[in-house]
C-alpha cells in the first residue's frame, strides 16, 4: 500500500510512486508527464494563477521539499500540483491544488464558501455565475466533501483554508480546488481523489 508518507526525501524514489498512485486513481494505461520545482515554488502552463493561489494557501511553507505538477489528460485535461513535505527524515504528500480549463465562459470569479455546522455552502461572487452552481444541491455537497480542510497523513495532522474558485480564463473558464489527501484503510493506504475532481469538473461544466 501507499499512504502517500515516505522514509525517505529524494526525488527519484518518492516522485515515482505519487505517479503511480496517481496513474492507478485515473486508469491511465502509460505514465503521466509531470514536472517537479525545488522549494515549492512550481509554475504552471496556465501563467502564474496557480503558483499565485498555491503561494496564498501556504505562504512561505518552510517544510515543503519539493512540488510536483502533472498533467492530467482524460477523460478531462487537467493538472494537479502536489506539494511534498518534510516529515523528519521522510516526507508526504500535503497540499493538492487541482486546476481545469473549461470552454465555457464566465462573467467573473466565484468562490465556495469555508466549512458551516449548518446549512450547505454556496458559492458567492459573481451573481449569474453563483446562481448556476448553486442550484445542483449534490454537486455543492460533493465540492464540500472534496476540499478538505484538514486530514491526517502519516501520522501528521494536516490542515489548511479551503479554495474552490471558478474564474475566468482566457475564451473560457479555469476551475481551482485545493484539498488534502484522504486516508483510507484505517491509514495504511491513501488517496488523491483524483478520479473524484475529474468528475466534478464534468458536473461544473455541465452546470455552466
Excluded: W
Amino acid at each position: 500500500m501507499n499512504n502517500l508518507a515516505y522514509g525517505t526525501q529524494q526525488q527519484q524514489k518518492v516522485v515515482p510512486q505519487v505517479e503511480e498512485k496517481l496513474r492507478k486513481e485515473v486508469g491511465s494505461p502509460s505514465p503521466i508527464a509531470y514536472q517537479v520545482q525545488d522549494s515549492g515554488t512550481a509554475a504552471t502552463s496556465v501563467g502564474t494563477v496557480l503558483s499565485d493561489v498555491a503561494h496564498s494557501l501556504v505562504g512561505g511553507h518552510a517544510n515543503t521539499l519539493f512540488t510536483i505538477t502533472f498533467d492530467l489528460s482524460t477523460p478531462h485535461p487537467a493538472k494537479l500540483q502536489v506539494n511534498v513535505d518534510r516529515q523528519g527524515v521522510g516526507c508526504h504528500v500535503g497540499m493538492l491544488l487541482y486546476s481545469a480549463k473549461l470552454s465555457n465562459p464566465v462573467k467573473g470569479e466565484v468562490t465556495l464558501e469555508g466549512p458551516k455546522f449548518l446549512g450547505s455552502c454556496k458559492f458567492t461572487g459573481d451573481a449569474e455565475t453563483a446562481a448556476k452552481l448553486n442550484a445542483k444541491g449534490d454537486l455543492l455537497k460533493r465540492l464540500g466533501k472534496l476540499a478538505r480542510t484538514e486530514s491526517e497523513i502519516g501520522g501528521m495532522t494536516l490542515k489548511q483554508e479551503r479554495m474552490v474558485k471558478v474564474t475566468p480564463h482566457e475564451q473560457g473558464s479555469l476551475v481551482m480546488l485545493s484539498t488534502l489527501p484522504r486516508p483510507t484503510s484505517m491509514g495504511m493506504d491513501a488517496t488523491l481523489d483524483a478520479k473524484e475532481f475529474l468528475e466534478l469538473v464534468r458536473l461544473i461544466e455541465k452546470a455552466l
